[in-house]
């Protein structure tokens, strides 16, 4: 079965930093692109940013560009989220998801990111 | 950035009847259009890729149409279980983008 399973969310004040991570399993996952979405307390969906599969390029939403850093360790079928300077904003729940035919698919049951003092 | 814009915001509906779903893209995402589904409490699961293939074990009540700018999916005859939000999502340029979702509610 091909599926991806977060971890790492939780409570964080202001400014404060946190790490993601996702592992792949059931797929060959140095082959595919990878991405974080999130969604934030009744919100909608919104794309964070995405890795290719020999973590050669990389591309992120304005709004996190220079605070998240995506990367990933393909001998051990992981995907990770490096968050600093966390903000209010970006309390959302987390989703890793693998890039297929231009789709997202699977997706993971998500991990929830509380940014608050 | 290519902004999608979903209509109706929210659809209410009966199970039986047909549901037609619209997403309008800013600028033309050729075929690069999926459309998803999200039941509260639980993740998004994908339901049709590039504008018009069904994903594995998705029913064939969903279908999917359109390129360019204009794209819809339409539920033929809706089942309790398909009373969800719908968001429809472009893969053309970066930043990827979703639109704001379309509530289907009986």
Known sequence: ?117 | EIVLTQSPVTLSLSPGERATLSCRASQSVSSYLAWYQQKPGQAPSLLIYGASNRATGIPARFSGSGSGTDFTLTISSLEPEDFAVYYCHQRSNWPLTFGQGTRLEI
């Open chain 1, 1 to 117: 079965e091909v599926q991806v399973v977060e971890s790492g969310g939780g409570l964080v004040q202001p400014g404060g930093s946190l790490r993601l991570s996702c592992a792949g399993s059931g797929f060959t996952f140095s082959t595919y692109w990878m991405s974080w979405v999130r969604q934030a307390p009744g919100k909608g969906l919104e794309w964070v940013a995405d890795i290719r599969g020999d973590g050669g390029e990389k591309q992120y939403v304005d709004s996190v560009k220079g605070r998240f850093t995506i990367s990933r360790d393909n001998a051990k079928n992981s995907l990770y989220l490096q968050m600093n300077s966390l903000r209010a904003e970006d309390t959302a729940v987390y989703y890793c998801a693998r890039d297929w035919s231009r789709s997202f698919d699977p997706w993971g049951q998500g991990t929830l990111v509380t940014v608050s003092s």
